[in-house]
């Protein structure tokens, strides 16, 4: 090659730190991954495959109603922070710029910078106020409190996705008689779909995995996945914790790729 | 032709910004346009002709002012309830529908029949030569393809008025050509009455019924593109539209003095100081001491293969370009540094009305 490029991969030591990058990022899961077939009971030492632990976790009825319970939870969390999400993108992006603009999206990504444990603590005595005050100790707050911490991620996507979008579509709609609504229902709605669905899942994700607000907010008896298997630490660890992992693995990543696949630009 | 009037704006002003930052887009603007007429927008970029299509469409609101269609007053009505459509600039096909979803999307909003809304997409397709691309999705189409179909899709519900926000300017000089024939043969097929935004003055002049010039957010001039190029009112129009030749005068009785001391006969109702113009095509070069002639001095001749432009210099310095055809440079004698004569064809000097 004629030109001489500065190339990272040139210089000294690149191939050792990607290799050690990729080792430390990907070593413990797949450590995690290994012993969750082990036929023995120890989360170390491996005593030959089994698929047994599987088996336990899905027989066991605390894993199961923890499962439900994470599913719904993010399911409802997912649906509510979307859509919030998907009105605070219109309404951020489908206007003349306005005085706070710049405050309005601090605000909404409010989430994203607030320490999880202050909000976590926060919602925990705001809650146990009302909790007294109405009696309700059902799974409404965990719901609103997945909603509100997972406004930020569905927001995001939606809000480029909309940005990315020529302002003219919906004029040519106008244009061509189609009222206010029938604009959002037929041309900006179908062609914000896939960062709508993206949004969803990312926010789905995030509600699966939290651990922080649900422990503070949770009352008894409503464990979630994560928060069953941080209680699980209290006892002897077997590697039922490694096959439950391994399961919320690999939902995490189907998810994540397709959001991937939805987000990437049409080549 | 008839002489009704379709569209009317009456002193529309559009202003955007605030306090000392007003920017008249549009300045107390008033034009009629009449029905089934090829009506030309021409101007500069930001002369307001945009801002003016905007407001027939319904995208802006005037500052104050007022549209009328067919004599009633549309100035509140949002874009959906006006009988007007547009093709944009971009095109704005909808990309997530085929093509002949997005020629049937007009009348689908209107809520008429299926049956009806095929039949019409049917028609609007074979008009504009489509007819094969019906089920394919617009971004598997060529640039002049999509023109065709944000034609087609403008067209469908039979608006009074269409408009046209340059819409050829993204295709290259063949295509342009080609669909400049294909929109005089649209306009004429369909009678619908024809707004149509350029800054391109010969794209004006070769489709229009008639142009109105805009410049810094005035209507400059109207009329057929004869009555523009001929007689042009002002300054901007006159060297907007073509080349042209500026002289200084004098008004006196039955014509015009130039500074040179030559009279020119040429009719004007403005008294004192005035400018003279004429077209490089209308500047005849005859030998030098004819009678009536005025004298001038060959500077230099430019080539451009059918005519040639020789830029003169008459007695007192001002600069005169005539346009001669090729083949008579060499038997007129003209040759850098000689001394000749020139006239005006007979009517063509016009006085400026400003």
């Not at chain 1, 599913?71 to 649906?79: P, T």
């Not at chain 2, 034609?151 to 000089?173: H, I, N, T």
């Not at chain 2, 080539?303 to 005539?322: I, N, P, R």
């Amino acid at each position: 090659m004629a030109e001489r490029r500065f190339e990272v991969a040139r210089l000294p030591g690149f191939a050792t730190v990607a290799v050690a990058t990729f080792v430390m990022l990907y070593l413990p899961i797949a450590t995690l991954v290994t012993f969750s077939f082990n036929a023995g009971s120890s989360i170390a030492v491996w005593e030959g495959f089994s698929l047994h632990w599987y088996a336990d976790a899905w027989n066991n009825q605390a894993v199961k109603d923890a499962t439900v319970r994470s599913l719904v939870i993010a399911v409802w969390a997912a649906m509510i922070s979307t859509t919030v999400a998907t009105l605070a993108a219109l309404g951020t992006t489908r206007r003349a710029a306005f005085k706070g603009e710049t405050f309005i999206y601090v605000a909404i990504n409010q989430p994203l910078m607030v320490p999880e444990i202050v909000t976590a603590v926060a919602l925990m005595i705001l809650f146990g106020m009302v909790k007294v005050a109405t009696g309700y100790q059902g799974l409404g707050y965990l719901i609103l409190a997945h909603s509100a911490f997972c406004i930020p991620f569905a927001y995001l996507p939606i809000r480029a996705r909309l940005e990315g979008m020529d302002l003219s579509l919906e004029s040519a709609a106008a244009d061509l008689y189609a009222s206010p609504w029938q604009t959002f229902r037929f041309v900006t709605l179908p062609l914000l779909g896939p960062g709508i669905l993206a949004g969803a899942m990312l926010a789905f994700v995030i509600s699966l995995d939290d651990v922080i607000i649900t422990e503070f907010v949770k009352s008894g008896g409503q464990d979630t996945l994560p928060t069953y298997m941080l209680g699980q630490m209290r006892r002897t660890m077997t590697p039922e914790v490694n096959a439950i992992s391994t399961a919320l693995l690999a939902l995490t990543v189907v998810l994540l790729t397709a959001f991937f696949l939805l987000t990437r630009k049409k080549g | 032709m008839t002489e009704a009037v379709t569209i009317e704006a009456r002193n529309a002003v559009k202003a955007f910004g605030q306090g000392e930052h007003v920017v008249r887009a549009l300045d107390d603007v008033s034009i009629q346009i009449r029905k089934g007429e090829f009506f030309t927008l021409l101007g500069p970029s930001g002369c307001g002709k945009t801002t003016l299509l905007r407001l027939i469409a319904g995208f802006e609101m005037p500052t104050s002012g007022t549209i009328l269609l067919d004599g009633a007053d549309i100035t509140d009505l949002p874009p959906n309830k006006r009988p007007v459509n547009t093709v944009f600039q971009s095109y704005a096909l909808f990309p997530h529908l085929t093509v002949a979803e997005n020629v049937g999307f007009g009348l689908t909003m209107q809520g008429r029949p299926k049956a009806e809304v095929s039949k019409r997409v049917a028609e609007m397709l074979a008009l504009v030569k489509l007819e094969p691309m019906a089920g394919r999705k617009v971004s598997q189409l060529s640039g002049g393809q999509q023109q065709r179909v944000a034609l087609a899709r403008a067209l469908a519900p039979q608006p009074k008025v269409l408009l046209l926000d340059e819409p050829l300017s993204a295709l290259d000089l063949k295509l342009r050509k080609e669909m400049q024939v294909e929109l005089k043969r649209l306009q004429t097929e369909t009678g619908i009455t024809f707004i149509f935004v350029t800054h391109d003055q010969e794209e004006a002049l070769t489709m229009s019924d008639r142009i109105g010039v805009m410049s810094a957010g005035k209507l400059q001039q109207v009329g057929s593109p004869r009555d523009i190029y001929t007689r042009p009112v002002n300054r901007f129009v006159a060297s907007f539209i073509g080349e042209t030749n500026f002289l200084p005068a004098t008004v006196v009785p039955g014509g015009v003095r130039l500074s040179t001391g030559d009279v020119v006969e040429v009719a004007t109702t403005r008294p004192g100081a005035v400018t003279l113009t004429v077209r490089p095509e209308q500047v005849r070069i005859v030998a030098a001491g004819e009678a009536g002639a005025i004298a001038a001095r060959v500077k230099f001749l430019v080539y451009f293969g059918t005519d040639t432009h020789c830029h003169l210099d008459l007695s007192d310095g001002t600069e005169v370009v005539a346009r001669v055809q090729s083949p008579a440079s060499g038997e007129a004698g003209i040759v850098e540094g000689s001394t000749v004569g020139i006239r005006f064809a007979p009517g063509a000097a016009q006085v400026l009305e400003d």
